[in-house]
């Protein structure tokens, strides 16, 4: 029978980020995924600024920059008359490299991270389905299938990544707890526009539908995502989307003429889903992303709370199976992503209802998503048994923040020090300090640092997701900070 030590089932977003996360630390691993081939449809398009500082992490936010649009304006129609041109929102704020969106379809994402993991000698097994599992206190025994083999597979963790329908999730005994809002359905695609520039996110506003018709232009490319809603009839139902009904559908509530569509390469169907799991873990096994929230669409959230779910794991995860800290470390990834999946639930139905109703009003749509809260740099994990209490700083930070990061004097980032696996140890003034393994030591001299972190004197020890575990006066303290872990 084959072994690994951690199985990753799916590999859209969150099963990449994770599965890099894990193949960086040296952790056997394997990522499998049912499809056969990468999917080809536009799905999320939205990079949040924190999830930005993630894959800047993992060292493909550069790649990722150039291949999607920051500063896109919305263009609001109704029917055929124009309305007006909002700009994109932007939140100014000095303790980010990425402070604004990056919008992009999402098998651009895919596609980077895919590279990155193969730089990291993996690779996705395509067309391999988990058919069924039995756990143990030992580990996982599964049983994979391919067209072309069965496999008896042994593992020591395994974490579902298979979206929200998954059945990994069902089989673990999980409660889906939520509704699904029937009467709010969508169609979306991918088409390929003839007669309409691409310089904007162009919305068609109405008092019936609230978006009529959204069109989203991908940079360098041919393709538009369309987003239009839909009225079910009294079963709930509506028509499949297919390149004629999207004409029709254009045709019909814009009353615009010469903007046809020429192809169209992927179309479905959305539903509001309103959805949280009632639990992240049974004994060894996991989900993450979507297996544990859906939500509506309404600020792009959906894929960025994946990827930050998988970051939080995948360090946890590798600590434990190093001998690092004890499995009660594990215990702490539902404890920190659940307010945030609870949060997200709260936020994105709350857009929902100000988007359409703005939209109803003919006032406007998309553009009223984006806040300071959406841009998840605010998120905190302030309540984790993980985050040392201790007072906030003369700048307000806490422990549980997230680590601003700094622009230096030299012109570097405080982030690119930060950068890899390891926990770091800022130093203000002067201290005595250990050396200690997984442990990168920064003195905190720049004036810059000083500004940010608000201290003078004292340690400021961050996780290697980039949050502050400890403010400490003393190394004796961050010393007692990790004993706690064994």
């Given at each position: 029978?084959?072994q690994?030590?951690?199985?990753i089932?799916g590999?859209?977003?969150?099963?990449?980020?994770l599965a890099?996360?894990?193949?960086?630390?040296?952790?056997?691993?394997?990522?499998?995924?049912r499809?056969?081939?990468?999917?080809?449809?536009?799905?999320?398009?939205?990079l949040?600024?924190?999830?930005?500082?993630?894959?800047?992490?993992?060292?493909?936010?550069?790649?990722?920059?150039?291949?999607?649009?920051?500063?896109?304006?919305y263009?609001?129609?109704n029917?055929?008359?124009l309305?007006g041109?909002?700009?994109?929102?932007?939140?100014?704020?000095?303790?980010?490299r990425?402070?604004?969106?990056?919008?992009?379809?999402?098998?651009?994402?895919?596609?980077?991270?895919?590279?990155?993991?193969?730089?990291l000698?993996?690779?996705?097994?395509?067309?391999?389905?988990?058919?069924?599992?039995?756990?143990?206190?030992?580990?996982?025994?599964?049983?994979?299938?391919?067209?072309n083999?069965?496999?008896?597979?042994?593992c020591?963790?395994?974490?579902?990544?298979?979206?929200?329908?998954?059945?990994?999730?069902?089989?673990?005994?999980?409660?889906?707890?939520?509704?699904?809002?029937?009467?709010?359905?969508?169609?979306?695609?991918?088409v390929?526009v003839?007669?309409?520039?691409?310089?904007?996110?162009?919305?068609?506003?109405?008092?019936?539908y609230g978006?009529a018709?959204?069109?989203?232009?991908?940079?360098?490319?041919?393709?538009?995502?369309?987003?239009a809603?839909?009225?079910?009839?009294?079963?709930?139902?509506?028509?499949?989307?297919?390149l004629?009904?999207?004409?029709?559908?254009?045709?019909?509530?814009?009353q615009m003429?010469?903007?046809?569509?020429?192809?169209?390469?992927?179309?479905?169907?959305?539903?509001?889903?309103?959805?949280?799991?009632?639990r992240?873990?049974?004994?060894?096994?996991?989900?993450?992303?979507?297996?544990?929230?859906?939500?509506?669409?309404?600020?792009?959230?959906?894929?960025?709370?994946?990827?930050?779910?998988?970051?939080?794991?995948?360090?946890?995860?590798a600590?434990?199976?190093?001998?690092?800290?004890?499995?009660?470390?594990?215990d702490?990834?539902a404890?920190?992503?659940?307010?945030?999946?609870?949060?997200?639930?709260?936020?994105?139905?709350?857009?929902?209802?100000?988007?359409?109703?703005?939209?109803?009003?003919g006032?406007?749509?998309?553009?009223?998503?984006?806040?300071?809260?959406?841009?998840q740099?605010?998120l905190?994990y302030?309540?984790?048994?993980?985050?040392?209490?201790?007072?906030?700083?003369?700048?307000?930070?806490?422990?549980?923040?997230?680590a601003?990061?700094?622009h230096?004097?030299?012109?570097?980032?405080?982030?690119?020090?930060?950068?890899?696996?390891?926990?770091?140890?800022?130093i203000?003034?002067?201290?005595?300090?250990e050396a200690?393994?997984n442990?990168?030591?920064?003195?905190?001299?720049d004036?810059?640092?000083?500004?940010a972190?608000?201290?003078?004197?004292?340690?400021?020890?961050?996780?290697?997701?980039?949050?502050?575990?400890?403010?400490?006066?003393?190394?004796?303290?961050?010393?007692?900070?990790?004993?706690?872990?064994?």
């Amino acid at each position: 029978m084959n072994q690994t030590t951690v199985l990753i089932i799916g590999a859209g977003p969150v099963g990449l980020t994770l599965a890099c996360e894990i193949a960086r630390r040296n952790i056997p691993y394997r990522i499998v995924e049912r499809s056969a081939l990468p999917p080809h449809g536009s799905r999320a398009k939205a990079l949040q600024p924190r999830s930005l500082e993630i894959l800047n992490d993992l060292g493909i936010a550069e790649t990722l920059m150039p291949l999607g649009y920051t500063e896109l304006p919305y263009r609001k129609f109704n029917g055929n008359q124009l309305i007006g041109e909002t700009p994109r929102n932007v939140f100014p704020r000095e303790d980010t490299r990425y402070p604004k969106i990056l919008l992009l379809p999402q098998y651009k994402v895919e596609e980077a991270l895919r590279t990155k993991l193969s730089e990291l000698g993996g690779t996705v097994e395509w067309a391999t389905e988990l058919i069924d599992f039995s756990q143990t206190d030992t580990g996982i025994t599964c049983r994979l299938e391919n067209p072309n083999w069965t496999e008896e597979l042994t593992c020591t963790y395994m974490v579902a990544c298979d979206g929200g329908k998954s059945t990994t999730r069902k089989k673990l005994g999980i409660n889906f707890v939520g509704e699904t809002h029937q009467h709010e359905q969508l169609w979306v695609g991918d088409v390929e526009v003839e007669g309409l520039k691409p310089d904007a996110w162009y919305n068609w506003l109405s008092p019936k539908y609230g978006i009529a018709c959204a069109l989203f232009p991908f940079k360098d490319s041919n393709s538009w995502q369309l987003q239009a809603v839909m009225l079910p009839d009294a079963d709930g139902n509506i028509p499949e989307p297919t390149l004629e009904g999207f004409n029709q559908l254009f045709k019909d509530r814009t009353q615009m003429e010469g903007i046809t569509f020429t192809n169209s390469t992927w179309q479905s169907i959305y539903r509001v889903n309103i959805r949280r799991a009632d639990r992240y873990r049974v004994g060894n096994a996991f989900i993450a992303g979507d297996v544990a929230h859906l939500h509506s669409i309404a600020g792009g959230m959906g894929m960025n709370t994946g990827i930050q779910d998988a970051y939080n794991l995948g360090w946890k995860l590798a600590a434990v199976i190093n001998g690092e800290a004890n499995d009660s470390l594990l215990d702490t990834f539902a404890e920190e992503r659940i307010p945030i999946a609870d949060w997200l639930l709260k936020t994105t139905s709350e857009n929902q209802r100000i988007m359409l109703n703005a939209a109803t009003a003919g006032k406007g749509a998309f553009e009223t998503l984006s806040t300071k809260d959406t841009t998840q740099l605010n998120l905190n994990y302030r309540d984790s048994s993980l985050s040392e209490k201790s007072n906030a700083t003369q700048s307000d930070l806490q422990t549980g923040n997230r680590a601003p990061d700094v622009h230096l004097n030299d012109g570097t980032w405080l982030s690119d020090q930060l950068r890899g696996t390891e926990w770091g140890l800022l130093i203000f003034g002067k201290a005595e300090i250990e050396a200690t393994k997984n442990l990168k030591i920064i003195n905190a001299a720049d004036e810059a640092l000083h500004k940010a972190y608000g201290l003078s004197d004292g340690l400021v020890l961050i996780r290697p997701d980039g949050y502050i575990a400890l403010i400490a006066s003393d190394w004796a303290e961050v010393h007692k900070y990790f004993d706690k872990f064994r």
